[in-house]
C-alpha cells in the first residue's frame, strides 16, 4: 500500500532494446516496457480510453478487471477520457496500485 516499487523492479529494463537493429514506434517501445514492469510489480494496473489496441497500453497475459474477475489488471474504460485520469489519479492517491492510463 505505501507504494515502494519491490527490489530489482528495473533490472534488466535497458536490454529490452539492445538487440533492436531498426526503429520502433514509441507506443511499440512503450508497450513493451509497460510489460516488462507489469512482470515485476504486481501493483501496475491500467488501459485506455476504448483505443487499447493502437496506443498498446494492454498488458499481455494480464486478464481484464471486471466484476467478475477482481485480478485483472487491464481496465476497459471505454470513451471516457476525462473519466479515466480521474480514476487513475484516485487509484494512485488511495495507494496499492501503480496505475497506467493513455490517450490516443
Known amino acids: 500500500m505505501s ?8 533490472d534488466r529494463l ?25 512482470e515485476k510489480v504486481h501493483s501496475f494496473m491500467g488501459g485506455a480510453a476504448d483505443l487499447a489496441p493502437s496506443t498498446r497500453t ?18 476497459h474504460f471505454g470513451v471516457r477520457e476525462h473519466a479515466m485520469g480521474a480514476i487513475a489519479n484516485g487509484m494512485a492517491l488511495h495507494g496499492g496500485i501503480t496505475p497506467l492510463s493513455a490517450l490516443s
Not at 3 to 10: E, R, S, V
Open 3 to 10: 507504494g515502494d516499487l519491490p527490489d530489482n523492479w528495473d
Open 14 to 38: 535497458d536490454y529490452l532494446f539492445k538487440e533492436q537493429q531498426k526503429p520502433i514506434a514509441t507506443r511499440e517501445a512503450s508497450a513493451r516496457v509497460m510489460n516488462y514492469i507489469a
Open 58 to 75: 494492454y498488458l499481455n497475459d494480464q486478464g481484464d478487471f471486471s466484476c467478475v474477475n477482481y485480478s485483472g489488471r487491464n481496465m
